[in-house]
C-alpha cells in the first residue's frame, strides 16, 4: 500500500494522464461510457485504463474519474490545473466536493446543491458513483469543476472512511458558503447602535 504523499502525488499523475487520453475524441468518447457503471461493466474503458489502474486500491473509484474527466471541454469548461507542490500548495487545502458545491451554490445555503450534499454523503459507494456524472456535468456547466485528484482520493477511500470524507465535505460546503446564519451574525457579536 503506498504513503498517503505517494497515493496523493499518483491521485494527480492520473488526472494529467486521463486528460491526455481525452485529447482523442475516440478515448473520450470510451471513457464517458463508463457512467457510474462498475468496473466488470466497462470494456471498452480498459484498454485505455488497465495500465494506469493495475494494483491500484479501488479500481471504480479510478474508472469514474476517468468518466468524469471525459465530460471536461477545454473549449467550454475551465479545466483545474493539477497544483505544483512547490508552489506552496498543500492537498488539505485544495477543494474538495463539498468546497466545489458551495462555490457552484454562489453562497446560497438553502438550495438543490445543498440538498444533493445532503444525499450524496449518506450514499453507498455504488450509489455515489452512479450519481456523480449528473454533478458533474452540472458543475461543469456552472463553471465549478472538481479538483478530480481529491475527489478520486475521496473515492477511493469512501467505502471504509465514509463518515470522515462526507464530514469534511459538510463542513467545506457551510464554511465556504458566506449565507450561513452562523457567519451573518456571530451570536456574541453586540449589535451597534444607531444613535
Known amino acids: 500500500m503506498p504513503s498517503r504523499d505517494e497515493y496523493r502525488a499518483h491521485c494527480d499523475a492520473y488526472v494529467a ?3 491526455g487520453l481525452c485529447t482523442t475524441p475516440q478515448i473520450r468518447a470510451a471513457l464517458e461510457d463508463g457512467r457510474g457503471k462498475p468496473v466488470d461493466h466497462c470494456q471498452h474503458m480498459h484498454r485505455y485504463l488497465t495500465v494506469l489502474t493495475h494494483r491500484q486500491p479501488n479500481r471504480r473509484a479510478h474508472y469514474t474519474v476517468a ?3 471525459a465530460h471536461e471541454r477545454p473549449d ?3 479545466v483545474t490545473p493539477i497544483p505544483d507542490p512547490g508552489q506552496g500548495v498543500v492537498w488539505p487545502s485544495r477543494p474538495n466536493l463539498g468546497t466545489t458545491l458551495a462555490r457552484a451554490a454562489r453562497g446560497r445555503t438553502d438550495g ?3 440538498r444533493q450534499l445532503q444525499v450524496l454523503t449518506r450514499l453507498s459507494e455504488d450509489l455515489l458513483h452512479r450519481r456523480l456524472p449528473g454533478l458533474t456535468r ?3 456547466g456552472a463553471g465549478c469543476p472538481p479538483d478530480f485528484a481529491v475527489l478520486l482520493a475521496d473515492l477511493t477511500y469512501w467505502r471504509s472512511d465514509r463518515p470522515r470524507i462526507a464530514t469534511r465535505w459538510q463542513d467545506t460546503f457551510y464554511l465556504a458558503a458566506p449565507s450561513t ?3 451573518a451574525k456571530k451570536p456574541d457579536t453586540p449589535e451597534k447602535s444607531s444613535t
Open 17 to 19: 494522464a486521463i486528460r
Open 67 to 69: 468518466c468524469l474527466i
Open 76 to 78: 467550454r469548461h475551465p
Open 112 to 114: 438543490p446543491l445543498e
Open 138 to 140: 452540472q458543475l461543469l
Open 181 to 183: 446564519p452562523s457567519q
